[in-house]
């Protein structure tokens, strides 16, 4: 069995986890921080993904990285890289795809903690990188945990977005779920069975991490 489509898939979870969590981190923290009358604007556009259908999220990242546009054009010109059709599209367009995954769970965390915790940081010189890195995230693991690996399964799950912006190329581009798709087209059933259990047994074994690291949390909070 060809492993590779499971490679690029858990490479390319595992790169939008990081670059996601670097970005989100303080994106989460101005909104639970934050009083503005824009706050409900910004949580709107930063939760499309969960609502529009992949193939229309797909189909605006795909014209916005296509060498025609701006964004795509430069980064040809320049660097040479080219974002659609490559893994590094699939990475950018995983990043868009997978976003409220990482935010909502961190600006619930954030939201939930005891504002007099913060207060009492600020007070003893803290700077607020510091009170987000020693106070906030540890007292928030649960979200934390939650976040990263929900954004890191969402993302091996990917199928539309990632057929829209990358195709299915071989070693670059074909990710697990393309694979299976490719398989019951030539109804090669017997493989995709073999994929797709594999892709629910990670799936379940994920949520399963989850659910049991917050319930131990819940009963050392009791405790």
């Known amino acids: 069995m060809d492993m590779t489509p499971f490679i ?6 595992g790169l939008t986890t990081l670059i996601l969590f670097v970005i989100a981190l303080p994106f989460a923290w101005w909104l639970s921080q934050t009083s ?29 990285l296509s060498p025609n546009s701006a964004l795509g054009g430069f ?5 040479g890289v080219q974002l659609v059709f490559s893994f590094t599209g699939l990475v950018v ?12 769970p961190l600006q619930n965390g954030f939201e939930s903690l005891n504002p007099h915790m913060l207060e009492a940081s600020y007070l003893a010189g803290k ?18 945990i939650t976040a990263l690996i929900i954004t890191f399964a969402h993302t091996v799950g990917e199928f539309g977005v990632v057929l829209m912006v990358g195709g299915s ?3 670059e581009t074909k990710v697990a779920s393309v694979a299976i798709y490719e398989m019951v087209e030539v109804m090669e059933y017997g493989k995709a069975h073999i994929y797709s259990a594999i892709m629910v047994l990670m799936s ?20």
């Open 169 to 171: 190329i071989p070693n």
């Open 204 to 223: 379940f074994l994920v949520l399963l991490s989850v659910y049991i690291f917050n319930h131990s949390q819940k009963k050392v909070g009791i405790v």
């Open 127 to 144: 700077s607020k990188l510091q009170t987000i890195w020693h106070v906030a995230l540890p007292n928030i693991k649960p979200s934390l």
């Open 75 to 79: 980064f040809h010109d320049l660097f």
């Open 93 to 104: 367009a995983s990043c868009f795809y997978s976003l409220p995954f990482m935010v909502q």
């Open 8 to 13: 690029l898939s858990f490479k390319l979870a």
């Open 36 to 64: 503005s009358k824009s706050k409900p604007v910004f949580e709107a556009i930063s939760a499309l993904p969960i609502v529009l259908p992949p193939s229309v999220l797909g189909f605006y990242i795909l014209v916005v």
